[in-house]
């Protein structure tokens, strides 16, 4: 049957254009190849080849969802990319728009131009969207990358004000201990770029760059000639060198904390090292809060479902850590965005808020997401337990998450007669974990629990906390119980001291 016959059949009275059915000849390649290449797919003999110490071929890494069907078949000892070429052209018109939606976003709900956007960069972005959030920033402050004709970047060029047509937005970016380690080069380009822009004879009104670099010189009570305008035009800060993680997420799930301040000065206190040409984890708590006191909008980006903000800790205590930072430190009502790439043709930004509420809908509250998980036994329920926990998480740093979500979630897995019993039966600590950190919230005024509901949830806690204490018989040591014991610095020694060298350095 020949493809016209083929598109009638399927298409019916639909079939508007039967002149185009030529090219289903191209497509019809294009999809048997690629069904192939699948075919051709050998992870587990690989696998094995590999524990043998024997030769695997090699091969491209990427998602297969984003359209690179390059990385198919499957099964091959993959690299993940070549850093030179980051961002590509095509990554860079989708941070293009991305960096101008924002913009309008922002005017849209405030009726002003923002100054300063505040980002976290994933290494993700580097290799799953082939730069597209570095993209965003450049377009931001008004750079652009030079590709060579081999598709590498041969460093940046500036837009004229022209042509941009609008003011270049400074950036505060918190980059990932892995961008940090696996692409120096890649970092270096960027704050190369920002600080090219901060020199640009422009008007400060056009150049919020250069405008609030001036702004700290003048506090500072330096001239741009000195040694502190590498310091004042420094906006790219991470970890500590050699140390991975925000430090917030510690703070919350050891509840060492007792107001958004407390998660503030912690989320300074871990990330206030300064990157870029020439500068690997220079101390600059300072800067970093200077550059966070100009901060109008938070953006962090999903690039796939593959992965989400609920899929690891590290979501929360950094980019939530960064929103109640630049909160706490502007003493403004600051703009919390996410902004969505997993149609690269159709760039979206939204509210965090709007993210939070997808991702509970989709998966944590989706029957079929929970029946998936209960296949799974004690990995799952332990699973469903990490992920209400970073969902209390956001809602500790940046109160984002709706009171329905709480009610819902305590529905779903706590008063559900038989998903307790699945929990009890798989994972019982699971179910503790959930609970307690439901209780926590309530306590920490996170959520307005209904007093019926409260109730209902102390109950069944005593019940859960009963059966442990029986499954686990006689054990030396104090159990933790439902009781939240909050410590801080103020009650630690040596954490004190550390913390309040650094407030000092600070002010």
């Known amino acids: ?34 069904s192939k290449r699948m075919d051709d797919s050998d992870e587990i003999k690989s696998l094995l ?17 984003r359209g690179r069907d390059d990385v198919l078949p499957t099964g091959r000892n993959f690299y993940s990319l070549d850093p030179g070429r980051i961002p590509t052209k095509a990554s860079y018109e989708v941070g293009k728009r991305l960096a101008e939606a924002l913009i309008e976003k922002h005017i849209k709900d405030t009726g002003k131009m923002p100054e300063n956007i505040a980002t976290v960069w994933w290494a993700g ?22 590709w060579g004709s081999n598709g590498r970047v041969n460093g940046f060029e500036i837009i004229p004000l022209d042509e941009l047509k609008r003011p270049r937005i400074d950036v505060t970016i918190r980059v990932s201990a ?35 670099s001036l702004e700290q010189m003048e506090q500072a009570d330096k001239n741009e000639n000195s040694e502190e305008w590498q310091n004042v035009t420094t906006r790219i800060f991470s970890a500590k060198p050699g140390t991975y993680g925000a430090g917030t997420q510690l703070a919350v799930y050891a509840s060492a904390w007792k107001e958004d301040k407390d998660l503030s000065d ?70 919390f965005y996410h902004t969505d790439t997993r149609d690269p043709a159709r760039v979206k930004v939204g509210d965090l808020v709007d993210e939070v509420r997808r991702v509970v809908r989709t998966k944590i509250l989706n029957p079929k997401w929970i029946e998936g998980q209960k296949r799974h036994g004690y990995k799952g329920a332990g699973d469903i337990s990490k992920r209400i926990g970073r ?27 038989e998903m307790r019993e699945w929990f009890n039966e798989n994972n019982p600590w699971a179910l503790e974990e959930i609970e307690r950190r439901l209780l926590e919230a309530e306590q920490r005024k996170l959520w307005d629990a209904d007093p019926e509901m409260l109730a209902q949830l102390k109950e069944h806690y005593l019940e859960l906390e009963g059966l442990m204490e029986e499954k686990m018989g006689d054990v030396e040591g104090d159990y933790q119980g439902g009781a939240i014991d909050i410590f801080t610095d103020e009650d630690v020694g040596d954490w004190k001291a550390k913390m309040d060298e650094i407030r000092a350095k600070i002010k």
């Open 1 to 34: 049957m020949d493809n016209l016959k083929i598109a009638k059949k399927i298409l019916g009275d639909k079939l508007k254009n039967p002149e185009a059915v030529s090219q289903l000849d191209e497509l019809k390649e294009k999809i048997l190849d690629i």
């Open 125 to 146: 972005d580097i290799m799953w969207a082939d730069g597209e959030v570095m993209s965003k920033i450049m377009h931001l402050i008004g750079a652009k990358p030079k």
């Open 391 to 417: 969902v209390y998480g956001w809602s500790a740093t940046t109160k984002q998450v709706d009171k329905w979500i709480f009610d819902d979630i305590t529905k779903t897995f706590v008063l559900d007669k």
């Open 178 to 212: 892995i961008t940090r380690d696996c692409f120096p080069d890649i970092i270096e380009l960027a704050d190369e770029a920002i600080r090219t822009v901060a020199k640009l004879d422009e008007p400060i009104d056009m150049n919020f760059v250069r405008k609030h």
């Open 49 to 65: 080849n590999g524990f043998d110490a024997d030769y695997i071929p090699s091969g491209p890494s990427g998602l297969i969802s």
């Open 266 to 335: 912690v989320f300074v206190y871990f990330n206030g090292y300064a990157y870029g040409k020439g500068i690997f984890g220079k101390e600059a708590h300072s800067q970093f809060v200077n550059n966070l006191k100009t901060v109008d909008a938070t953006a962090s980006n999903t690039v796939t479902d593959e992965s989400d903000i609920f899929g690891c800790c590290c979501h929360f205590g950094t980019e939530g850590g960064l929103c109640n930072a630049a909160k706490q430190i502007s003493g403004k009502d600051v703009k």
